[in-house]
T-cell receptor, first 114, second 109 residues
Framework: GAVVSQHPSWVICKSGTSVKIECRSLDFQATTMFWYRQFPKQSLMMMATSNEGSKATYEQGVEKDKFLINHASLTLSTLTVTSAHPEDSSFYIC??????????FGQGTRLTVV | GQNIDQPTEMTATEGAIVQINCTYQTSGFNGLFWYQQHAGEAPTFLSYNVLDGLEEKGRFSSFLSRSKGYSYLLLKELQMKDSASYLCAVRDGDYKLSFGAGTTVTVRA
């Protein structure tokens, strides 16, 4: 089946630094990818829709200048958490649809800001 | 926006059947999904319903009633490995998936 690969799986960074997370569709082209954030024992909250070749669409309450999304090709979307703070520590997950019926998720990235 | 409700927790015995209900209110509807998520891992796809009725897939079945804004996931012949969180998600016309809070299922021997 289709595979979405996310990298890195986990990262620890110092407060104030930036972290880039990559999401790749390995065997299909994804014109649209979605980024989610999940805090412990909570459900997935959508952050933004990443559109190939155009600006991302952010959900209400998500700071677009803090969470930079770039979808430069049909197989790669990146999320950069800028000037990370401890409250940004979370599980970040990307997903992409193949056709109409299935959304595949990346493995997720566990971000810890110290 | 979407409003998706599902029970927080359920417990069942190995070999039994469990039904997880999901109700939703949406401004647009383009399919309902069920996902399984183990702690610390990404969700994995279980089922998709866009038309009313029952979709069966091995031990897992999912039902949808669009007029009632209702779905359920049925897990049969429960195994210990089925202990996980089960997420109900609704897709709108923009292909955005909104998730319920998840139902934690605990399977006991």
């Amino acid at each position: 089946g289709a595979v979405v690969s996310q990298h890195p799986s986990w990262v620890i960074c110092k407060s104030g630094t930036s972290v880039k997370i990559e999401c790749r569709s390995l065997d299909f082209q994804a014109t649209t990818m979605f980024w989610y954030r999940q805090f412990p024992k909570q459900s997935l909250m959508m952050m933004a829709t990443s559109n190939e070749g155009s600006k991302a669409t952010y959900e209400q309450g998500v700071e677009k200048d803090k969470f930079l999304i770039n979808h430069a090709s049909l197989t790669l979307s990146t999320l950069t958490v800028t000037s990370a703070h401890p409250e940004d520590s979370s599980f970040y997950i990307c997903s992409a649809f193949t056709g109409n019926t299935e959304a595949f998720f990346g493995q997720g990235t566990r971000l810890t800001v110290v | 926006g979407q409003n998706i409700d599902q029970p927080t927790e359920m417990t069942a015995t190995e070999g039994a059947i469990v039904q997880i209900n999901c109700t939703y209110q949406t401004s647009g509807f383009n399919g309902l999904f069920w996902y399984q998520q183990h702690a610390g891992e990404a969700p994995t796809f279980l089922s998709y319903n866009v038309l009313d009725g029952l979709e069966e897939k091995g031990r897992f079945s999912s039902f949808l009633s669009r007029s009632k804004g209702y779905s359920y996931l049925l897990l049969k012949e429960l195994q210990m490995k089925d202990s996980a969180s089960y997420l109900c998600a609704v897709r709108d016309g923009d292909y955005k998936l909104s998730f319920g809070a998840g139902t934690t299922v605990t399977v006991r021997a």
